[in-house]
């Protein structure tokens, strides 16, 4: 899991990092940070190995989700011909569609 590759501990003393699915980027804290608002942002490669595909994968489910939930979506995943290949921005458009939407159906259905 994308999890395993950074350290981690419930106190939160060992936290290194995260791994934007979105964008494909890795950011990484430094290891004795004085307000923990210094970090590194690089994105992910093929180099990164196992971090690399787990991310793609993860971002690839999310897309293929957000499609079906998002027709604007899926059309651009239709004309890209493969998930991988959806911009960030379509995925940042539709995660926020999605969002919005579901706030009104929600809200829609309580009233």
Do not use: Y
């Amino acid at each position: 899991m994308l999890d395993e590759h950074f350290s981690s501990s419930i106190a939160g003393s060992q936290f290194r990092g995260v791994v934007d699915i979105l964008t494909l980027q890795k950011l990484i804290w430094e290891e004795k940070p004085k307000s923990g608002s210094h970090f590194d942002c690089t994105p992910l490669t093929e180099e990164d190995g196992s971090l690399f595909l787990e991310a793609q994968e993860a971002r690839d489910s999310l897309t293929d989700q957000l499609a079906m939930l998002d027709d604007t979506l899926a059309e651009v995943v239709i004309e890209a011909g493969n998930l991988n290949k959806v911009s960030t921005q379509a995925l940042t458009s539709s995660v926020r569609r999605v969002t919005v939407l579901q706030v009104f159906v929600f809200k829609t259905k309580i009233f």
